[in-house]
Each structure stands twice: as C-alpha cells, then as structure tokens.
C-alpha cells in the first residue's frame, strides 16, 4: 500500500473522528440548539 495512501486514510479517519466527536460535544453544551 503507497505510504501517501496509508497518510490519507489516517487523515480522513481524524477528521472524521473530529467532527462526531465535535457534534456531540455542541450536543452537550448547546442541547436546545
């Protein structure tokens, strides 16, 4: 698997994982919005 490849799915992932965890803690803090 190309390194540039394997560097991208690390990316998307922590994005990824970012925004959920982003939404929740919106969720948490804001829940009437």
Do not use: A, H, Q, T
Request: proline content about 6%; aromatic content about 24%; glycine content about 4%.
């Amino acid at each position: 698997m190309p390194r540039k490849l394997l560097l991208w799915g690390i990316c998307l992932r922590l994005v990824l994982f970012f925004n959920y965890w982003w939404r929740f803690e919106l969720s948490v803090l804001c829940p009437y919005d």
